[in-house]
């Protein structure tokens, strides 16, 4: 069933480049300028690069600009970077910190209407409004994805359901007891829960009135999104973001579902040489680099993202926006997997292995030494039992497959359906890296 699109703030989001432009350059001036008087290191590194907030004339001053990357969170943890006094924040999120030290995000009154207000316009683009029910699986704490949906919805006057994650079977009765017509998770649970469902009796497509799905927090291939779209007969759309920017409700594809519109008027993008730091053209792959133009807690100046991604080049989209566009994120530049000198992408993997009809939407990505040679093994669940025959064919065939898209020669294995381990609600963990 088509979604109806919607623009919450069609002024905006279809204004013309010059008035988006000039709004952005007013803005960014008004950033630098606040994090040079109010955060100590960012005078520092303004003052080390000999340049002073009066130097951002134009938009592209703002390469003159030096990054600001995570371990710079990590060393000022937990308020090295606050711009404004603590007494001004109502809401403080941190990462889980797995590696080294945790980042902290701060947000006052004002950042977090503007962080509301972008959630709004991003489910607005799906088609959200008022009279639906948005279930929620998504994580409220030590993650931004809980309150930023929940944030979203709010100023939509939409009906939103806090249910987190874990208690899979209970997430199936409750969607349908609810009448939920909206979901939003991570892309990995969202197969999950359709699959749990059907273990239930449950037909997600046709017993229940979910429609529409908003998903993002992790790589998640155009292959996962037609099986995605396919257990639930719904729309579906990417919502790309970062605790570092808010959350999600940087960028979000619109209903024609070619690449993933910018809030521009809040967020100025560029994409770099991973290796140089020097910009890139449009359709030039590289790093994200985001400038956002609105917070006040925390002003970043040119954050690296670390996502890779290009900078559609077309001017305007047929949905009538006119704010920029980014490609689906290929991945972060540090899960490119090095095989034997070759740069392999987990992405082009899934693309490939998803593309197989007897193939589950479940694989790991193993990747071993032996003999001082690395050695990749992919683990692909079959959608249904098969005969060891049937097995060996698959297995074939995606070898083949796989070897001519990656350049390196794999292993691998089809194991039967319910063998590898679900997530709970959280990011998946798919490549299991033993080199050490
Ligand atoms: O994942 C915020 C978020 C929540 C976005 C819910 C969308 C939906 P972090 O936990 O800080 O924040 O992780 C940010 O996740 O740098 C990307 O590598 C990845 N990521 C986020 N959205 C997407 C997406 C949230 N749509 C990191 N596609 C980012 C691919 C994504 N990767």
């Given amino acids: 069933m088509p979604v109806k699109p919607y623009m919450l703030q069609p002024s905006i989001e279809s204004a013309p480049r010059e008035e988006i432009e000039k709004i952005q350059l007013e803005r960014l001036r008004l950033t630098v300028k606040h994090a040079y008087e109010n955060v100590p290191l960012y005078r520092k590194r303004m003052k080390e690069a000999g340049i002073s907030p009066e130097d951002i004339k134009s938009l592209e001053d703002v390469r003159r600009l030096p990054f600001t990357f995570k371990d710079d969170l990590r060393r000022e943890y937990p308020f090295g970077l606050l711009a404004v006094p603590l007494s001004e924040v109502l809401e403080v999120h941190a990462s889980s910190g797995t590696t080294g030290r945790p980042t902290v995000v701060a947000y006052t009154r004002r950042d977090l209407e503007n962080w509301a207000e972008l959630m709004a316009r991003t489910l607005a683009a799906g088609g959200l409004a008022r009279g639906d029910v948005l279930y929620s699986t998504l994580n409220y704490h030590w993650f931004t994805g809980g309150l930023g949906f929940h944030y979203g919805a709010m100023r939509l006057g939409a009906t939103i ?97 070619d690449g993933l519109h910018v809030w521009e008027d809040h967020y100025l993008v560029e994409v770099v040489d991973p290796k140089t730091g020097e910009p890139l053209e449009p359709e030039e792959e590289g790093v994200l680099v985001v400038t956002p133009l609105t917070h006040d807690a925390m002003p970043l100046i040119r954050y690296w ?47 490939i292995v998803l593309s197989e009809p007897l193939t589950a939407p479940y694989y790991q990505i193993i990747v071993e030494r032996e003999d001082s040679m690395d050695k990749l093994t992919v683990v692909v669940e079959a959608s249904k039992r098969l005969s060891d025959e049937e097995k060996r064919e698959l297995a074939r065939r995606l070898q083949e497959r796989l070897r001519e898209a990656i350049i390196v020669n794999p292993r691998v294995v089809i194991v039967d359906p319910g063998e590898l381990p679900r997530g709970e609600g959280g990011k998946a963990k798919r490549v299991i890296d033993k080199r050490g």
């Fill in 305 to 351: 993202t670390n996502d890779l991604t290009f900078i559609l080049d077309a001017r305007s989209c047929d949905c009538g926006r006119t704010m920029k566009r980014i490609a689906r994120i290929k991945g972060r530049a540090d899960d490119m997997l090095i095989i034997n000198g070759v740069n392999v992408f987990p992405q082009t993997i899934e693309m």
């Fill in 161 to 257: 359901v806090p249910a987190g994650p874990g208690y899979t079977r209970r997430h199936v009765q409750m969607i349908r007891d609810l009448g939920a017509t909206a979901l939003t998770s991570v892309p990995n649970y969202a197969i999950r829960l359709a699959e749990t469902a059907l273990e239930m009796g449950v037909d997600p497509a046709r017993d229940t009135g979910v429609r529409l799905g908003f998903f993002g927090a992790e790589m998640w291939s155009e292959e996962m999104r037609r099986r995605i779209n396919k257990l639930w007969d719904m729309d579906s759309y990417d919502v790309y973001g970062m605790s570092e920017l808010y959350g999600p409700g940087t960028a979000v594809d619109c209903h024609i579902h």
